[in-house]
């Protein structure tokens, strides 16, 4: 079974840029995570999906990020315009059931690099 | 200031030997605490998951343990091998938050030959 997949694995761009970061979940997995880890710091909760629905996105940073998943399969990450402090390092999780025991499974994720 | 803390920030052991990791946290209401392993340009991995009711939990030659009342953790790699290198996360689930993930910044271990 294929584990989770983002594609990106790098990118580098230049300020007021955009971005489009993608999350392929493991088949199944009605539960879909974006999180990110800057330079330095820990990794950062972004938002969570349940099926197609934003189930929580407390942790979105502003307006110039958008993340989508149509359908309840794969999901996107959307930046624009990229700002210098969008560097770092964007992990995309799921699980299969919604139970605060779920595993949560990562994908190796997506190195961006705003120049 | 994160609510998840985690020590030492780095370690160097000799292959064969054991070690331990410890994690504190302020994270409330407590769900779960989890132990993930991260290897270098890889996404973390699950370790193992412990409720506030579980006091210890072992995957393998990992052992973790939780003391729910001092909010504490550890984590004990046994017999350790040149594969255990890795970062070790700690990670807090808080019961208002579902599927929400608190992470500490990891003690990144390093065993050598």
């Known amino acids: 079974e294929a584990g989770v997949t983002q594609f990106p694995s790098h990118s580098v761009i230049e300020k007021g840029q955009t971005v489009t970061l993608r999350c392929d979940p493991i088949?199944?997995?009605?539960?879909l995570y974006w999180y990110r880890r800057v330079m330095g710091k820990e990794i950062k909760f972004l938002l969570h999906?349940?099926?197609?629905?934003?189930?929580?996105e407390s942790g979105m940073p502003n307006n110039r990020f958008l993340a989508e998943r149509t359908g309840g399969t794969y999901s996107t990450l959307k930046v624009q315009p990229a700002e210098l402090e969008d560097s770092g390092v964007y992990f995309c999780?799921?699980?299969?059931?919604?139970?605060?025991?779920?595993?949560?499974?990562f994908g190796p994720g997506t190195r961006l690099l705003v120049l | 200031k994160n609510q998840v803390e985690q020590s030492p920030q780095s370690l160097i052991i000799l292959e064969g030997k054991n070690c331990t990791l410890q994690?504190?946290?302020?994270?409330?209401?407590?769900?779960?605490l989890r132990w993930y392993k991260q290897d270098t340009g890889r996404g973390p991995v699950s370790l193992t998951i412990m409720t506030f009711s579980e006091n210890t939990k072992s995957n393998g030659r990992y052992t973790a343990t939780l003391d729910a009342d001092t909010k504490q953790s550890s984590l004990h790699i046994t017999a350790s091998q040149l594969s255990d290198s890795a970062s070790y996360i700690c990670?807090?689930?808080?019961?208002?938050?579902?599927?929400?993930?608190?992470f500490g910044a990891g003690t990144q271990v390093v065993v050598t030959p």
């Open positions: 990670v807090v689930s808080g019961s208002d938050s579902w599927g929400k993930l608190q």
């Open positions: 088949s199944g997995h009605d539960n």
């Open positions: 999906f349940v099926k197609e629905s934003k189930q929580d």
């Open positions: 994690c504190n946290y302020t994270v409330s209401p407590f769900s779960n």
């Open positions: 999780a799921s699980s299969q059931g919604g139970g605060r025991q779920e595993t949560q499974y």
